[in-house]
C-alpha cells in the first residue's frame, strides 16, 4: 500500500511539474507573439533603422557585408561575433524565402533578439526553480523578465544584449545545478553557455571566476583530501581544466572572427573600456551607487521589487548559513550521500555581486542596457529566496502568505510595465510614416543621387545616395572631406555641443568639441556662407538641411 501511494505521489508530482513546464513555455510563446509582429516596422533598410538607433545600422551594415563578401569579418570590433553569425544566418534564410537583403540586414537580427528574449524567459524561469525547488518561483521570475520594459524594447531592437541575456540565465542555471547536484558535466556545459555568452558581447568574462569556484566544490573521484585547501586545489585539477576548455571551445564555434582578429578586438575593447570608465560624452562624476538607484528605475527591477531583493538577500544568508535547510544531494554512483548547504544560490550572487561591483567601481557609462545583465539573475534569486522550500516546509502559513504577497506586488508592477511597453509598441508602430521619411522624399526630389552628403545621425539619407559620410559630432573637416554639397544637422547631436559643457570635460577632448561647437554655431547663425538652410524637418529630431550655393529659406 505504501508503495501505491508513492507511486501516485510521484506521478502527481510529473504531471505538476509537466504543467510547470508547459505554463512557463506559454509565457515565452506569449513573448514571442508580442515581439516578432513587431520587428518588421521600419525595416526597410538600416539607413531607416539608423534615424532610431545607429547601432541597429552598423549591425545591419554588418550583416550585408557578411553574406555580400561572403566573410566572417563583419567590419566593427567592439562586440564579438556570435550574435552576427547568428544573425547573418538568419538573414540568409530570408533572403532565400525572398525577402530583400536590404531589409533581411535589419529584421535578421531583431528576429534574433526576439527568440533570445524568450530564451531569458525559460532560462531565468528554471534557474528559479533550480534555486528554490518551487515551480512557483520559476512562474513568478518568468513574468517579470517577460514584462520588463527595457527587455521587451531590446526584444524587437538589432542588439546583442538579448543574446547575450539568453547566454547568461543558461549558463547560471547550469552552474546553479552543477554546485547543489555536484555534475561535472553541468559546470562544462554552464561554461560552454559563458563562453557562448562572452562571444556574444563580454559579459561571459564574469562568469569564469564563479566557473573556478564551482569547480572548486565538486567532489574528488578518488575520495576526500586530507586538508580542505588540499581539496579544493585537487578539485581544481581535476574539473576546471574542462570547464576552461569548454569556454574556449564555445568562442571558437560562436565567434571564429574573434580569435582571426585578436589585435582588433584587443584595441576595441581597450577603446570601449576607457569611454565606459569616463561616461557618455562628458566625464561622469557620479558616485558608483548611481547604479542602484537606476536599478530601482520602472523599466528595470523597479522600486517594489528592489526592495524584495533586498528582503531576499537576508533569507539567502539564512539558507546558505543554516545548517539546518540544506539540501542532501548524490556525489556519484557508490558514494555516500552528503549535506550541502544551498550552493546555488551562492553561484547566482556571486555572479550579481561581481557584475555591480565591476559598474559600482569602474563604470562611469550610465545607461541602463549596462544593468541588464544582472536583472535577470536578481529577479531569479529574489522570487526563489522567498518562495524556496525551506520555506514552505517550516511555515506553510507563513510561505502562503509570502507567496500570495508576491503575487500582489507582481500585479502592482504590471499596469505601469505594460504601460511602458504599450509606449515602445506605440512608437514601433509609428515607424513606417515616421516624419524622417518625410526627409528621405525631400532629399529624392531635391537633390541629385549623386551629390556628396555629409549628415549627422538620428535622420534619413536614403540608401540611394552613396556618396555620403554620417557624423556623431559635424565639422568643417567632415563636410570637405567629401566636398558636401548638402550637410544635414539633427538636434539630438548638435544639442550635445552647448555652451554650458565643459570642453575639458568632453571625452574626445577639449579640440574636437570647440570644432564642432565652432561648426554648429556658424551654420546656424548664417556665419558659414557656404551652407544655406535649404529645409527644416523639427519633428525628425530636429533635422536641417544646408544646401551649398543656393538661397537661404528665411530670404525665399
Not at 10 to 31: F, I, N, S, W, Y
Not at 174 to 186: I, V
Not at 284 to 303: F, I, K, N, S, Y
Request: hydrophobic share 55%; proline share 5%; glycine share 6%.
Amino acid at each position: 500500500m505504501r508503495r501505491f501511494l508513492e507511486e501516485l505521489r510521484l506521478k502527481a508530482t510529473e504531471r505538476r511539474a509537466t504543467v510547470a513546464a508547459v505554463g512557463l513555455a506559454v509565457v515565452a510563446l506569449l513573448v514571442l507573439l508580442s515581439t516578432l509582429p513587431l520587428t518588421s516596422l521600419g525595416a526597410q533598410d538600416a539607413r531607416f533603422a539608423a534615424v532610431f538607433s545607429g547601432d541597429e545600422e552598423f549591425i545591419a551594415d554588418g550583416i550585408t557585408r557578411m553574406i555580400t563578401r561572403p566573410s566572417l569579418n563583419y567590419g566593427f570590433w567592439w562586440y564579438p561575433g556570435f550574435y552576427m553569425m547568428t544573425s547573418a544566418t538568419a538573414a540568409l534564410l530570408l533572403r532565400l524565402a525572398g525577402v530583400p537583403l536590404a531589409t533581411g540586414a535589419v529584421l535578421a537580427p531583431r528576429i534574433v533578439a526576439a527568440f533570445a528574449l524568450a530564451a531569458t524567459v525559460v532560462a531565468t524561469g528554471l534557474l528559479a526553480k533550480q534555486l528554490s525547488g518551487r515551480w512557483r518561483s520559476a512562474w513568478l521570475a518568468a513574468a517579470l523578465v517577460a514584462t520588463t520594459p527595457a527587455f521587451f524594447e531590446y526584444g524587437i531592437t538589432a542588439h546583442p544584449d538579448t543574446l547575450q541575456l539568453a547566454m547568461l540565465s543558461v549558463s547560471l542555471c547550469l552552474l546553479a545545478m552543477a554546485a547543489e547536484r555536484a555534475t561535472p558535466s553541468h559546470l562544462v556545459a554552464g561554461s560552454f553557455a559563458a563562453g557562448l555568452a562572452f562571444a556574444t558581447k563580454y559579459g561571459g568574462a564574469f562568469l569564469v571566476p564563479v566557473v573556478a569556484v564551482v569547480a572548486a566544490l565538486l567532489p574528488l573521484r578518488g575520495g576526500a583530501a586530507r586538508t580542505a585547501v588540499a581539496s579544493v586545489r585537487q578539485a581544481l585539477r581535476s574539473h576546471l581544466p574542462r570547464a576552461l576548455l569548454a569556454f574556449f571551445a564555445a568562442t571558437v564555434v560562436g565567434a571564429p572572427s574573434f580569435w582571426f582578429n585578436l589585435r582588433a578586438f584587443a584595441i576595441g575593447v581597450s577603446t570601449h573600456n576607457r569611454n565606459v570608465s569616463f561616461g557618455y560624452f562628458e566625464r561622469e562624476t557620479a558616485p558608483g551607487w548611481h547604479w542602484l538607484e537606476m536599478l530601482a528605475d520602472g523599466g528595470l527591477v523597479g522600486r517594489t521589487w528592489l526592495w524584495l531583493s533586498l528582503l531576499a538577500l537576508l533569507v539567502v544568508a539564512w539558507l546558505l548559513f543554516s545548517k539546518r535547510h540544506a539540501r542532501v544531494r548524490d556525489v556519484g554512483a557508490g558514494a555516500a550521500l552528503r549535506s550541502e548547504r544551498r550552493l546555488g544560490y551562492a553561484v547566482v550572487l556571486l555572479y550579481i555581486v561581481l557584475y555591480l561591483a565591476f559598474l559600482m567601481l569602474h563604470s562611469r557609462m550610465f545607461e541602463p542596457r549596462y544593468l541588464y545583465p544582472v536583472v535577470p539573475a536578481l529577479l531569479a534569486l529574489t522570487t526563489a529566496a522567498l518562495t524556496d522550500d525551506a520555506l514552505v516546509n517550516r511555515a506553510r502559513l507563513l510561505a502562503s502568505m509570502t507567496v500570495a504577497g508576491l503575487a500582489l506586488a507582481l500585479l502592482l508592477v504590471l499596469p505601469p510595465r505594460l504601460e511602458l511597453a504599450a509606449a515602445v509598441v506605440r512608437e514601433r508602430a509609428l515607424r513606417p510614416s515616421h516624419p524622417c521619411a518625410e526627409v528621405g522624399r525631400w532629399l529624392k526630389d531635391q537633390v541629385d543621387l549623386q551629390a556628396p552628403i555629409a549628415y549627422d545621425h538620428y535622420t534619413y539619407v536614403p540608401a540611394e545616395f552613396q556618396n555620403v559620410v554620417p557624423s556623431w559630432a559635424m565639422t568643417d573637416a567632415i563636410a570637405a572631406q567629401i566636398d558636401a554639397r548638402i550637410v544635414i544637422t539633427t538636434a539630438r547631436i548638435r544639442d550635445r555641443f552647448n555652451a554650458s559643457v565643459n570642453p575639458d570635460l568632453w571625452r574626445y577632448g577639449r579640440e574636437q568639441f570647440e570644432a564642432s561647437f565652432a561648426f554648429y554655431a556658424a551654420v546656424e547663425s548664417g556665419r558659414l556662407p557656404a551652407y544655406a538652410l535649404a529645409a527644416q524637418f523639427p519633428d525628425c529630431h530636429g533635422t536641417r538641411i544646408y544646401r551649398r550655393g543656393v538661397v537661404p529659406l528665411e530670404a525665399r
